[in-house]
């Protein structure tokens, strides 16, 4: 993998030599060195013929991931089942027709392998790392626990128990609860806005037939990418698919016709708690979704605005005004730009952690900043905010199972693998004139979802936070 990226940003550095080099070789011999520099490795795709994708990147680690990434999570539930996605995760656990839990868990200890699965609002997620010698067992783990789960009362009781205590936790945890928030304000009365955990009186309630109805509405083979990275052949990994995914339902998927548009509304929502020792506050506009021209350009901008926290050591000597102002006038704790993307829109903003009185401060240099970017970035500061991104890009897909995940959901969002060296393309190809441009689209002059949780009576009120989304020009 590091070969492939030094090659690839390379390429880009060198492009004065590049005829120079060719023309000393072979048509043919440079031919295969450019498909060499470019698809190395390469992501194999094959579909089979129940709709089952399978991708593989073999980058020839000693270890593999593989699992299973499938098209579902709160944003497919109605508010009757909300959480169901959720709790059939866990039930993943609990346990098969042929395996029991404790059969499970032994079984993946002998072969030092680790389970785990995890769902968010447009995706769910079943896992495996362990051993390249030991992929056809983690295949055959990974089919049984999703097409046999065992829904017996006793292990749905212990699962629910699970997930109630889980719901507990993630309540101290307050950026989780503010995301919660600015989820249903920004996304009030539609499957957006639903908690991926779900109420608690559904929690409570979920039965076996609400987790037999998930399981026949959504494990359907053209719903589902079977991903692996590691030191994983693709003939070898598309022969386990066709072993034991070949029962798994075949028809249409109908999920992407299903899914009805979210509508983003601009307003707040406010949890005031002095009780707690500081503000927690997120605010955002509405973004793109995944497969949008825009949204290279809008991860640049959020790349610009960056991410801070009180530990970081020469702060003051940063590039970015939004963290020289955060260290010098110690106006946060800390604070970080998000890009979050959905089928068809998402969420562009700031969350920072601030003190009780700081929240108006920190907020007007926020969008000082967000006001800049949209008139005034230059390319200096776009570029850099470029290199960045490519580093984090990169840093990003360090070890089979981050590419592994990047396979699947890439697959789902895109139905394809994007190669490296195209991404680079699409980054570089972007001026401060986009930047700008798409600062003006989805920045300027918008209304803003708010969430805050805490000692937030120092934050403006959402009239005067929305005034602030525009400069006057004179």
Excluded at 135 to 143: D, F, N, P, T, W
Excluded at 412 to 441: W, Y
Aim: hydrophobic share 40%.
């Amino acid at each position: 993998m590091a070969v492939l990226l030094k090659y690839s940003f390379g390429l880009h550095r060198c492009n004065r030599w590049q005829s120079l080099l060719f023309r000393r070789s072979k048509v043919t011999d440079a031919a295969k060195f450019r498909a060499a520099l470019l698809n190395t490795p390469p992501t194999e795709v094959t579909q089979l013929s129940s709709g089952l994708r399978v991708a593989s990147e073999d980058s020839g680690l000693e270890t593999i991931t593989v699992g299973l990434w499938i098209n579902a999570g709160s944003r497919y539930e109605n508010p009757n089942c909300n959480g169901v996605a959720h709790f059939f995760e866990h039930m993943a656990f609990q346990g098969t027709a042929k395996r029991s839990k404790i059969d499970l868990e032994d079984e993946l200890a002998n072969m030092g392998a680790h389970l785990n699965a995890y769902t968010t609002r447009e995706r769910s997620a079943f896992y495996i790392k362990c051993l390249a010698q030991d992929l056809s067992k983690a295949v055959e783990i990974l089919a049984d626990i999703t097409q046999n789960p065992k829904l017996d009362d006793a292990e749905i009781e212990n699962g629910r128990g699970v997930i109630l205590r889980e719901m507990e936790e993630i309540e101290s945890n307050q950026k989780e609860v503010v995301f919660d928030h600015l989820h249903a304000t920004a996304y009030q009365g539609t499957p957006l806005g639903n908690s991926i955990f779900g109420p608690t009186k559904n929690v409570q309630s979920i039965g076996k037939q609400d987790l037999q109805q998930y399981f026949d509405a959504h494990f359907k083979a053209p719903c589902v990418v079977l991903a692996a990275a590691g030191s994983v052949h693709q003939e070898e990994l598309v022969s386990l698919a066709e072993q034991h995914f070949s029962k798994m339902n075949s028809s249409v998927d109908m999920n992407e016709a299903l899914l009805a548009a979210c509508r983003f509304t601009g307003s707040e929502v406010r949890v005031r708690d002095d009780s707690l020792p500081v503000a927690h506050v997120a605010v955002a506009v509405e973004g793109c979704g995944w497969t949008d021209q825009d949204n290279v350009a809008l991860l640049i901008a959020n790349t610009f605005i960056g991410s801070w926290d009180r530990s970081q050591s020469g702060s003051v000597n940063s590039a970015s005004k939004l963290t020289v102002a955060s260290a010098v006038d110690g106006l946060c704790h800390s604070f970080q730009s998000f890009n979050i993307c959905y089928r068809d829109t998402g969420l562009w903003g700031i969350y920072f952690v601030c003190d009780p009185l700081m929240c108006e401060d920190m907020l007007f240099n926020v969008q000082n900043e967000w006001m800049r970017l949209c008139t005034m970035i230059t390319e200096d500061e776009v570029n850099r905010a470029k290199n960045m991104l490519k580093t984090r890009m990169l840093l990003n897909l360090d070890g089979a199972t981050p590419i592994c995940e990047d396979i699947g959901n890439q697959m789902l969002c895109f139905k394809r693998r994007i190669p490296l060296h195209e991404l680079e393309q699409r980054i570089e190809s972007v001026t401060a004139q986009n930047v700008r441009d798409v600062g003006m689209k989805y920045i300027f002059d918008r209304c803003p979802a708010v969430a805050a949780v805490g000692p937030v009576e120092n934050l403006p009120d959402y009239m005067r936070i929305r005034s602030s989304m525009y400069w006057t020009r004179l």
